[in-house]
């Protein structure tokens, strides 16, 4: 599946956010959520495209964090693939962040569809953002297309966007993981 450029840079905000910002594994080693200035970095890493590094104001990086907790969870239900729950976890984050649609320019001519929040302040409008590329994901039932890593010790989040839907780890390192030891219990 391939979803369009902005649902698409939502969704890969989204994954990036829940891997970096919820505690867990991540291949075996303990994820822990940064906070102060080292939050803000992480976000700003995790929300920079086309080689811009946004600048993340505390206060929205405190929103962020609280919308990332909602994020996750709709990752989980849609990889438990309980499209109900997922659906109904999405419909409650758009409610909350006012996710709104709105037509922009491209630099070409062209519009696209773009969703902000009530306001245009940095947590608002990507917490809504977030809310609308996990609808944009859902509504077009591509429901599956979201998991959570089925390696040992990993619980971190992905979006498949291989043509036949089959990824299950969060990246190559546990799909290696997983291998090798698949590997090493055929060899015994």
């Known amino acids: 599946m391939r979803f369009d450029s902005h649902i698409e840079r939502l969704l890969t905000a989204a994954t990036r956010l829940v891997n970096q910002l919820t505690p867990g594994l991540d291949g ?3 994820v822990v959520v940064p906070n102060g200035t080292a939050l803000r970095t992480v976000i700003g890493e995790a929300l920079a495209f086309d080689g811009r590094t946004p600048s993340v104001p505390a206060t929205g990086a405190r929103v962020l964090v609280d919308a990332v907790t909602d994020v996750r969870r709709v990752f989980e239900a849609a990889d438990d693939g309980d499209t109900t729950r997922a659906a109904e976890l999405t419909n409650d984050l758009l409610r909350r962040t006012g996710a709104r649609p709105q037509l922009n320019p491209d630099p070409d001519g062209t519009w696209h569809l773009h969703f ?9 409008g990507w917490a809504a953002g977030l809310a609308a590329g996990l609808t944009m994901a859902l509504g077009v039932d591509e429901i599956g297309r979201l998991g959570v890593c089925s390696a040992d010790r990993c619980d971190r989040v992905y979006v498949d966007s291989s043509r036949n839907g ?7 390192r546990c799909q290696n993981r997983m291998k090798a030891a698949a590997h090493r219990a055929r060899q015994k």
């Open 116 to 124: 902000h929040g009530p306001s245009n302040h940095f947590g608002p």
């Open 166 to 172: 089959t990824r299950q780890f969060c990246s190559t």
């Open 28 to 30: 075996g080693r303990p």
